[in-house]
């Protein structure tokens, strides 16, 4: 158990921690640098955090997942062994 709350503190270290993520596809670059020449700098800020956004979910959904997947399969061992010693 201490195992896997040290996963997840590492896991929530990197997620909170601030890196440079700021990057975009040249066609977002390019509208974003047309916006900030005409004054407009709030769409840029939004298009990044859509961007990380996208990368995060589907990350997230794996651990989500794959902790259920961990949780049932331990249950069911601990279930199945405990009716072996019970025979």
Request: charged share 15%; net charge positive.
């Amino acid at each position: 158990m201490k195992l896997t709350y040290r996963y997840l503190l590492v896991f929530l270290f990197f997620m909170m921690s601030h890196v440079s993520t700021w990057a975009q596809c040249a066609m977002c670059r390019a509208g974003i640098e047309n916006n900030v020449s005409n004054g407009e700098t709030t769409i840029g800020a939004g298009l990044n955090m859509g961007i990380l956004y996208l990368l995060i979910m589907p990350y997230t959904l794996a651990v989500v997942l794959g902790y259920l997947w961990y949780r049932n399969a331990k249950k069911r061992k601990s279930k199945f062994l405990f009716h072996g010693e019970k025979f």
